[in-house]
DNA sequence: TAAGTTGCGTGATGACAATCACAAAACAAT
DNA sequence: ATTGTTTTGTGATTGTCATCACGCAACTTA
């Protein structure tokens, strides 16, 4: 856990901070699709990427999905913050891409590290700055583009998170994500490929133009 | 200034930040449809809203606008500190929808009273949590609601932030905010008033059922 | 290898919203 | 009063996406 917190966080936090992370952090591995965090959830702590893909997704009540990000290693989710401080319910549901690792931080340390480091501070702010850009560009899609440059936004998107080319997917997936229906899918993305941009197999899309 | 500070804020922070905020803030009054903030601007502060409404903007490329949030007296704006602390640019536009007061803070002051005053840490997180989860509920009509639906809640919304029960405001006006046309919006505005829940009149629609 | 399951392709139809076109009403200016 | 401008109302047409219906291909399991 040293190893890798060293690896992604040594440029971003103190090094006290960082002794003080592996003391009181608490380490776990997140399968594929696990569950990290759900609707109603109150979170007890925090949660530091290390490793892996995170996608966080928007429900509303008929269970109809939205996705509104993802988090790749050395992001947190900003969302949690809000509900572990102020010991409410977070809004969202956050799912392990692939298999993922982090570290959760014990609420009662937030407020305390905020004195304490100044790069505590910086890691906060940018946190949530970095995460109302992401949610900004959602509702750009969302307001300006149509369904096609949306999936194709999607496509490239998730392949950089995931860092492959290919996405092991199926059409059916990308329909929840997008809040849509697997047909609309499965058309434009016939299109994209005849457009020569993508390569269409079973359980995996190729990306072949970026 | 004091004054209009203490009305708003003694509870949220303590009276030594408050006098702080006093001695370096900057006063300023905005007349309806002024500008607080275009889209490349850099921030030299942060923006306190202690009277008024301000509404925030996304803009693309070709110029069309969708409206993100409304700001009122007590909230502050952000995304204006991701610009005033690392100096980037700010991705929207913060215009009065009426004559607001607000108080300038120095970006200077911004960390420094992160570790001096606890008020401060819980109000800059708060504000965050907040327009994030502004963000949320715009991205969850865009995703999830029909035209209409949004209509209404825009009505609906926007009459609370002014605190009134009629709105001044154009068919286009709305249209330009929701990102559709005039044409769209009249005919869904006549429904609405068919359906009893408002009753329009030139430049002003009266909202009868919140 | 036969049967069942899951993922994908595609035509047909409908709903909602975007756009065009134009007229009437309300108001402002001379 | 006349003219011009802004705001609103409404029919007609088009485009995009949602939905229904169904067949086929690929993989899984017995």
Redesign the interface.
Known sequence: MREKLEKYFSFVFEKELLDEIVQVGVYKKLRENEVLVDLGDKMKGIPLLLEGAIKIV?E?K?G?E?L?YFLERGDTC??S??SA??NGKC??RAMAEKESEIIFLPKEKL?EW??KY?SW??F???S??I???E??E???S???MNMSERLYKYLTDKAQIMRETSLNTTHQDIAYDM?TSRVVISRLLKQLENEGKIKLHRNKIEILEF
Chains 1, 2 share one sequence.
């Open positions: 928007r509303d008929n109809d939205m509104l900003a969302s913050f809000a401080l102020t809004g969202i407020d905020m004195v100044k501070r910086s906060v702010i940018d949530y700055n995460r109302l850009n949610m900004m959602t509702i750009d969302l307001a300006f809040h």
